[in-house]
C-alpha cells in the first residue's frame, strides 16, 4: 500500500442501496471487500427485502467487521431510490462518499486503491472517474466524464456518472436528493452543484461497472425529468438544448443501427 494512503489515513464510505437485490448483491459485496485498500465504512440501505438480501447483508456483516470495516445497515420501507440514498447520509463517517448500486461492481480489485491515489492531494469536491456499461456480462461501452466544459456538457448529458463519482462528505451531507424523481435526481444535484461553483475535476481511472438494467433503465422517463430538472434550477435553454440533443441522438442512432428505417423517416418527413 502506498506510503501516502498510510499517513494521510483516507477514509472512503462506500454506501449501497437495496431492495430484493439477492441475485446481484453478492457480487457487489465481494467487490468491494476484496479491494486492495478497503473503504472504512460501508453503509447498506435495504428496502424491507423479503427475497434473501437481509440474509446476505448479514452474512457480508460479518466479512466486513472481520476486516475492521465499521459496517452498517438498515432494513426498512423506502420512498424509492433516491429516498434510500438520502437515508444513508447522516451514518456517513468517513472524507469521501462513493454510491455503489446493488447491480453493479467495481472495475478490479485496485479500484478504490488507485482512486485514493488522488482523493489524497486533490482540493476538489468532486473527482469523477470511468463507468464502464455492462449488458448479458459483456462491457460494451466506456463512458467518460466529458472534456468540454461542464456548465456546457451538463446542458447535453449528466456531468458526472453517479457510479464513478467521489464526492466529499462534507459537501455530500449538507446535500440531499430530489425524491420527486425517479431517475434523474443525481444529474439535478449535479446540476445544483456546479451552478454553484462546487469545483471538480476528472480522473483518468476505471472505477465502476453498471449494469444498464437497473433502476435507471427507462430511458424515455428519465429524458422527460432531465428536461424538467432544468426547468426547477431556473435554466430553461438547458430544456430547450437537451430537448434538441435528444432529437438529434435518436436520428443519429436511427442512421447508424437501421439506414434503411432512417432513409424512410427522411423521404417520408422531409
Not at 47 to 76: C, H, P
Amino acid at each position: 500500500m502506498s506510503k501516502i494512503l498510510k499517513s494521510m489515513n483516507l477514509r472512503i464510505t462506500v454506501i449501497t442501496v437495496c431492495r430484493n437485490s439477492v441475485d446481484t448483491i453478492e457480487r457487489t459485496f465481494t467487490s468491494v471487500l476484496n479491494q486492495h485498500y478497503l473503504p472504512y465504512e460501508y453503509i447498506v440501505i435495504d428496502g424491507a427485502s423479503n427475497d434473501g438480501t437481509l440474509g446476505m447483508i448479514l452474512k457480508y456483516q460479518r466479512l466486513f467487521e472481520a476486516k475492521n470495516v465499521l459496517f452498517q445497515y438498515v432494513s426498512e420501507p423506502d420512498k424509492g431510490l433516491y429516498d434510500a440514498m438520502n437515508k444513508a447520509l447522516p451514518y456517513v463517517a468517513g472524507d469521501w462518499v462513493h454510491y455503489l448500486n446493488s447491480d453493479d461492481f467495481y472495475y478490479d480489485n485496485k479500484t478504490l486503491y488507485n482512486i485514493s491515489l488522488f482523493l489524497v492531494k486533490t482540493q476538489k469536491d468532486i473527482v469523477a472517474g470511468n463507468m464502464f456499461i455492462s449488458s448479458e456480462n459483456k462491457r460494451t461501452k466506456l463512458c467518460r466524464p466529458s472534456i468540454i466544459p461542464r456548465k456546457l456538457a451538463m446542458l447535453f448529458t449528466c456531468p458526472f456518472q453517479q457510479p464513478a463519482t467521489f464526492v466529499k462528505a462534507a459537501l455530500m451531507k449538507n446535500t440531499r436528493f430530489d425524491t420527486a424523481y425517479r431517475n434523474s435526481a443525481d444529474y439535478k444535484l449535479w446540476v445544483q452543484l456546479i451552478l454553484k461553483g462546487i469545483q471538480y475535476e476528472y480522473v483518468n481511472v476505471n472505477v465502476t461497472v453498471f449494469n444498464v438494467g437497473g433502476a435507471s433503465a427507462n430511458l424515455r422517463n428519465m429524458n422527460n425529468e432531465n428536461i424538467r430538472l432544468f426547468k426547477e434550477v431556473q435554466l430553461p435553454v438547458g430544456a430547450v438544448i437537451h430537448r434538441c440533443y435528444i432529437h438529434m441522438y435518436l436520428l443519429y442512432y436511427l442512421k447508424q443501427k437501421f439506414p434503411s428505417l432512417h432513409l424512410l423517416l427522411k423521404r417520408l418527413f422531409s
